[in-house]
């Protein structure tokens, strides 16, 4: 089967020839494969026969000035198209620190909001239509890449301990800020839908946990977040497509509400926060795709990581509606021997026929 078969079976809760294997290696775990064998320029997913997914992404940011600030051998400062004061160090796979918000209360975004208009300027359109026709050629799966909600406003836009603040003082502010992205994504790649970019899902990343715990109560997902999430949901579901969800973290008690919102596949299904993939399939196996949940702290260890796959794929790929992939994204620990054990394991016993 090719990619796009593997996952419209697996999309349906129907077994296909395997489950799909997809994942994200981080800069540095590809610049260790490179060392380590894998030849330059080759692409990773073909090197170990794995599935390609593709993303589209586009500008729906208030398109502020980026500017370089200050330059070291060690770092960048620079703003971004959000508003923000960015450090950004030279290190592979580090994390930046996010210095100064342009968007910092309800009249800073309402001159935020303003600049943020649908223009069909914000599309690439000459690369979407090579990229779809590349991309359709080798069967690829494609997702409309949305932006929008709690994630994307804490930590690209406002900060988080504004925004946590906001949700409980100033919930008309922030469902402001949800609605607006959502909107902006919606009319955009309504525009490259109806031009016959004919996508296979929508994706959006949510981040809405950290270890043990969900950033707020299901009673104020439900309030403020839930309804965007149907929103998008619904748009998918009116063109055929499922909506699929990546939200890191403990969210275990916000699992019901994202069913009922129409959410069909959730990740990363994170092991070291908390989350067990293994119950959610138990509980929501015949109306959840569930996308990873093998624990990357364990994939430098290639004995330990090799117990978990056999512990964990057979259950959960039962009757489809699984995808393989680590609980969030494969670190550098991780060598190229160890992640072709992975794959060739995972080839093996998550075959269906």
């Known amino acids: 089967?090719?990619?796009?078969?593997?996952?419209?079976?697996?999309?349906?809760?129907?077994?296909?020839?395997?489950?799909?294997?997809?994942?994200?290696?981080?800069?540095?775990?590809?610049?260790?494969?490179?060392?380590?064998?894998?030849?330059?320029?080759?692409?990773?997913?073909?090197?170990?026969?794995?599935?390609?997914?593709?993303?589209?992404?586009?500008?729906?940011?208030?398109?502020?000035?980026?500017?370089?600030?200050?330059?070291?051998?060690?770092?960048?400062?620079?703003?971004?198209?959000?508003?923000?004061?960015?450090?950004?160090?030279?290190?592979?796979?580090?994390?930046?620190?996010?210095?100064?918000?342009?968007?910092?209360?309800?009249?800073?975004?309402?001159?935020?909001?303003?600049?943020?208009?649908?223009?069909?300027?914000?599309?690439?359109?000459?690369?979407?239509?090579?990229?779809?026709?590349r991309w359709k050629a080798d069967h690829r799966w494609i997702q409309a890449g949305f932006w929008f909600g709690f994630d994307v406003t804490h930590s690209w836009t406002v900060g988080t301990e504004t925004v946590l603040v906001a949700l409980l003082e100033e919930p008309e502010w922030m469902a402001d800020m949800f609605g607006h992205y959502l909107d902006m994504c919606l009319a955009h790649y309504s525009l490259l839908w109806d031009a016959g970019h004919r996508f296979d899902s929508i994706f959006w990343w949510d981040d809405m946990g950290y270890k043990n715990s969900t950033f707020f109560s299901a009673d104020t997902y439900r309030d403020l977040l839930k309804p965007f999430h149907r929103k998008a949901a619904t748009w998918a579901h009116d063109r055929g497509i499922p909506a699929h969800l990546h939200s890191c973290g403990y969210i275990r008690p916000l699992v019901p509400d994202l069913v009922d919102a129409g959410i069909d596949a959730l990740n990363p299904i994170e092991h070291k926060a908390g989350m067990d993939a293994l119950e959610l399939k138990a509980e929501f196996g015949d109306r959840l795709v569930l996308h990873g949940g093998l624990d990357a702290v364990l994939w430098d260890d290639r004995d330990r990581i090799l117990d978990e796959i056999e512990r964990m794929v057979p259950v959960l790929m039962r009757n489809g509606g699984y995808i393989f992939s680590s609980d969030h994204s494969i670190p550098n620990s991780v060598s190229l021997e160890n992640f072709r054990a992975i794959t060739d394991r995972v080839k093996e016993l998550g075959r269906f026929r």
């Open 1 to 133: 089967m090719t990619t796009h078969e593997r996952f419209v079976r697996t999309f349906a809760h129907r077994e296909a020839d395997r489950i799909p294997i997809v994942d994200e290696p981080w800069a540095g775990t590809l610049a260790r494969w490179r060392r380590e064998g894998l030849p330059a320029g080759a692409d990773w997913r073909d090197f170990f026969g794995v599935d390609k997914v593709e993303t589209v992404l586009l500008d729906i940011s208030p398109r502020f000035e980026v500017r370089t600030l200050e330059e070291t051998p060690d770092y960048t400062i620079a703003t971004t198209p959000w508003g923000v004061t960015l450090k950004q160090f030279r290190e592979a796979d580090s994390t930046p620190e996010f210095l100064d918000y342009t968007i910092v209360d309800p009249a800073s975004w309402a001159r935020a909001k303003a600049r943020m208009t649908v223009d069909r300027d914000r599309i690439d359109w000459p690369r979407i239509d090579a990229d779809f026709r």
